[in-house]
């Protein structure tokens, strides 16, 4: 009996009105991920030929004006000549487009990590990154530190360095790139939307549910089940898919590739940093889906027998996964006097748990792995707890009675 109902909901999940409609918007969010999103996705490093040609023809025509003039020119800060500076510059990044344009990219990746070794103002000082942030000093040292150890880790390892790898496009370097961007938010929704009609879609049926031989509680648990499932294999599908389009163009990566971390918050220097393998990060990060899935259907079932109506429930399932965006990410680090750490929202986005990056954004040391497993443990406890004494209160009769 339990066997057969649990199919019999998952069916009715994957043959919902809402969800085949949904899954073409997930189709299609997918397709532009990987052939619009990725193959044109802009950072830091990304390489720029004609700003360079533009930049190179721009220091020619000066020296040239200063050979015929005589004037080297000083920079005032280091007292050191301009026509040096400027010969130096010219001579590097006329190197790095070559490099480029031959596609020798072990040869750009020695000079790009030279100069940014030797110059690290050129992220330190850029004003238009993370030109929004409220602390903008802070993110530019923060990502500058994260690229040279992603630069060190191509260089001491003997990778085989494409433009994939460079510039973060491989499969894996995409997968981690999404845990730990907006992964996260994404399977949560999915969740969320579809677990909200869990109840409502069987309003038009409760004749035949109030003879079903089963507890009222036991039906909630099979649906749960069959939601969570249904859930879990979406998602498994839509990462396998991206992940193998994405390495089909630009190259599997590799899976022991280094991961920086962030230890501590007390510096904010290179000490503070070490790495993980990106599998490593992919394990710890999807890890914790199956809680974080199991959580908010279950905040679904709670939401259903409350509201009774679905498009209701999901508004308010969205709000929970968002509900940390309520208030201010980088300044608030307790609620009411109680820690931030001890909430289990501050732990819906998991790839930046794993690397540290939630402790950086809050600069704080109290959220750890082990502590965002536990309280996202308490956190389902709670949960069963409410729903075990609200389905006594809120019983299927009393659910689908009319009104």
Not at 99 to 118: A, G, K, M, Q, T
Request: aromatic content about 14%; hydrophobic content about 45%; charged content about 20%.
């Amino acid at each position: 009996m339990n066997r057969t109902y649990l199919i019999h909901e998952f069916l009715l999940t994957a043959k919902s009105k809402r969800t085949i409609p949904f899954l073409l918007f997930i189709g299609v969010l997918l397709i532009s991920y990987c052939f619009l999103l990725v193959p044109n996705r802009e950072t830091k490093e990304t390489f720029y030929p004609e700003e360079i040609r533009d930049y190179l023809t721009g220091v020619e025509v000066e020296q040239n004006q200063r050979l015929k003039s005589g004037n080297t020119g000083i920079i005032l800060m280091t007292g050191d000549p301009v026509f040096a500076r400027n010969d130096y510059n010219y001579g590097l990044f006329s190197a790095l487009l070559n490099s480029y344009e031959d596609r020798n990219f072990l040869r750009y990746l020695h000079l790009r990590s030279y100069y940014l070794e030797s110059d690290p103002s050129v992220y330190l000082q850029d004003e238009n990154l993370f030109k929004y942030s409220p602390y903008p000093g802070k993110d530019r040292e923060h990502l500058y530190h994260q690229t040279m150890l992603r630069y060190e880790d191509y260089l001491m390892n003997d990778r085989r360095i494409t433009e994939a790898l460079l510039f973060e496009k491989t499969g894996m370097q995409s997968l981690q790139t999404f845990l730990h961007t907006y992964g996260f938010y994404f399977f949560l929704f999915c969740a969320v939307y579809f677990s909200s009609d869990i109840l409502s879609r069987d309003r038009p049926h409760r004749t035949v549910l109030q003879g079903l031989p089963m507890s009222w509680y036991r039906q909630l648990n099979l649906k749960t089940l069959a939601a969570f499932s249904y859930t879990l294999l979406v998602l498994i599908t839509v990462l396998l898919t991206g992940f193998f389009v994405l390495s089909s163009q630009f190259g599997f990566g590799y899976a022991n590739l280094h991961v920086p971390i962030m230890t501590a918050q007390n510096t904010f220097s290179i000490e503070e940093y070490e790495v993980i393998s990106m599998l490593k990060f992919i394990g710890l990060s999807l890890a914790a889906l199956p809680l974080l899935l199991f959580l908010f259907i279950r905040i679904n079932v709670i939401l259903s027998l409350l509201v009774k109506n679905e498009w209701l429930v999901l508004m308010l399932g969205t709000l929970v996964i968002f509900s940390e965006r309520l208030y201010d990410t980088r300044t608030t680090r307790d609620i009411l006097g109680i820690d931030i750490s001890y909430f289990p929202q501050t732990y819906f986005d998991f790839g930046k748990i794993v690397t540290g990056e939630k402790n950086f954004l809050l600069n704080t040391e109290t959220i750890t792995l082990a502590k965002g497993i536990i309280v996202l443990l308490v956190a389902v406890a709670i949960i069963e707890a409410v729903l075990f004494v609200l389905s006594r209160v809120i019983t299927k009769r009393r659910l689908y009675q009319s009104r």
